[in-house]
Each structure stands twice: as C-alpha cells, then as structure tokens.
C-alpha cells in the first residue's frame, strides 16, 4: 500500500466528503483489513481538532453471532448505538471484506430477525442523513477479496481505487469540486427536460422525468462517486433494454439480464444466468416491477466493471437503471424492499435524446 494514497485519501474524505469542523463527534467503522486508512483518519481528523472514535468490524464474531445468538441477542440494540445517534456529527464507513462468503451457512431467517428488530434505529439513522443532522460517507479500500472478485492482482486494485478516486492528481479536492460543477451544468439543462429516449443495439428505451429532480452525485455520501440521478415518472418506462454486465444482487450474479417494459412495468424479463432469480426477486412485491432510478455514470477515470456497485454504477459513459424503490429526494414514489442496480455500457455505441434533442452519443455528452 503507498502511504502517499492513503493519506491524500484520508484528507479529501476529512475536508471534502464530510467536510469535518472543529469540535465535531467523528465516528470511523471497518473491518481490520482497513486499518491504514482507519488510522490516517485518524489523525486527521484529531490535527482537524475534532474527536474520532472507532468502531472495528470483525467477520468472525459476526458469524459467532448470527449462529448461536437466542431470540432475544438477536433484536437487542445496544442503547450506546441510539446515543451515537444523538451525538456524532459525522460519520465514516469503510467498506472491506475478507471473506464474502463467510455468512452463506447462516439461516436468512435469522439475519432477518436481527434488521427487522433494528429498522426503527436503521429509519431513524436514514432521517437524520437525509435532514444533514449526520454527514454520512461510505468509501472503498483495497483488499484480496474485491481485487479477486474484480479479477485484479492487489496492487492492481490498489491503483484502480486510487485512480477513481482522483488521487494521483495533485490536488484531488479541486477534481472533485471541479466535477461537482459540471454535474451541476448537466442537472441544470436535463431539469428543464421532460422526456428522455435511450438508443442503440441493445437498448430502445423511453421515460418521462418532468417533475423530478436530478441529484448531484459528487463525493459527499459514496466515494468515489460520480453519477448524476433522477427516478421517471413510475408509468412512463416503455420499451426494450439489455445490460452490459452482470447485474449483482444479494451477492448472486444474473448475467445477460434483458427487460421489456410497458407503462412503467417489467412484462418481460429474461437473462443467459440465474433467470430464475431475477424472476423471483421481479415478484418480491408490485414495486420491484418497476424502475426507481435512472442515472448517467461520469467518473472517466473508472472504466472497467469490477463487479462492485459502488464503482459499476459510476463507469463514465454508462447508464444504469434500479429496478424497485425509488430513491425519494428526487419526487419518487415507487416503493419497493428491493433496489437493484443495472449497468448498460454505452461508451462503443448508443444515443441519448432529451426532448428530442440529441445530448449524449458513444459515452460522451454533448452539450456543454
């Protein structure tokens, strides 16, 4: 790991992500595996005289737990978990893993025991991101499993991270507010836009926005980050799309996924893999039918699917579609437990209008 990196990570995440101010309550979650950076949060957010704790993950005691905790242990929520809520300021999550399979033998029954029991505290932690009462951030950091997953050597990764990240830029804070801007150009003129067609060898797709807002994905919740969204109009999708890439949910692949929509519904649905999966989650209640989000991918320097949502939904020149809930600051009312993140690659070919005007050709917008 080059030192370098993950202190100019551990300063953009501080000053531009959270944007931490003197005297605040910082909280840092991850797993072990995440240390480096852990501790170069740390320390800057101690030089920013604000007040880091830490909270480690341990996959282990996870596993111990979900196996052989009573009814009880499992809907109990540690009244220090609601008290942070009342009293941290900011809050960071590092998203490691060692072993992504190490939950596969725990019965769902019993994980669903332990999120039904905590989503008062989950509602409540969501509302006060949502209002700024917490600044929230979940960010990525190099480890085997994702590097495998993402068929990458470690080193590999390590530079793929580094580089979406805008880290080997001198100053990386001035790229991101230098992308902030031009997002914020792009929902200027799509705001103004009432419907939107999407075409090309794999995908015929109409949808109508009118209404909805556009929301400026920049670096202040996910980072990397790099997407402008909004979520149609809920009866307004109509046509044919195929996805470029594997969609992922729930740790399981479909590959080849094909949708046909009518009036905002799926009535077609089909894929090469795992067809009986997405067909069963298509039946999970009346919302996963229908798409909660509509996004372009902007970050040109992540060009390759890895497998991994965080970076997969952000690969310049792509679009992506979320089956199920919408995502409710931008005027959304499709309701769903599922959102399910699906990426079409328009960077060799594909055409995008809104209003009939052409905006967005071969990966690249076109208007300024």
Known sequence: MINEYVKKLAKVLCHYSLNIKKGEIVKIEGKYNSLPLIIAF???VLENNSS??????????????????????????????????????????????????????????????????????YARLLSKIAKKEIKWCGTAYPDIANAMDAEMSLSEYEDFIFKACFLDKKEPIK???????WQEKLIKYLSKKEKIKVVGNNVDLEL????????????????????IFTSPIEDSVNGFIKFSFPCVYGGKEVDGVELHFKEGKVVKAKAQKNEDYLLALLQTDEGARRV???????????????????????????????????LFETGGKNKSSIHWDMVCDLRKEGEIFADNELIFKNGKFLID
């Not at 009880?72 to 978990?81: H, M, Y």
């Not at 019993?110 to 989503?119: D, E, S, V």
């Not at 109508?208 to 997407?227: L, M, Q, S, T, Y």
């Open 208 to 227: 109508a926005v009118k209404g909805r807002k556009w929301i400026n994905c920049d670096g202040k919740e996910n980072f990397p980050d790099g997407e």
């Open 292 to 326: 909660g989000e509509f996004s372009f991918g902007t970050n040109y320097n992540i060009q390759k699917f890895v497998k991994n949502t965080l970076f997969d939904e952000k690969i310049g020149g792509t679009i992506h579609l979320a089956l199920g809930s919408s």
């Open 42 to 44: 740390y320390e800057e």
């Open 175 to 181: 790229e991101w507010e230098k992308l902030s801007k």
């Open 52 to 121: 880091p704790f830490v909270k480690i993950i341990i996959e282990d005691t996870m596993e111990i737990f979900y196996k052989k905790a009573k009814e009880f242990q499992l809907k109990f929520i540690f009244p220090t978990e609601w008290l942070e809520l009342k009293k941290v300021n900011s809050w960071l999550t590092i998203w490691t893993d060692f072993n992504k399979k190490y939950l596969t033998n725990v019965p769902s029954e019993r994980i669903a025991l332990f999120r039904k029991a905590r989503k008062n505290y």
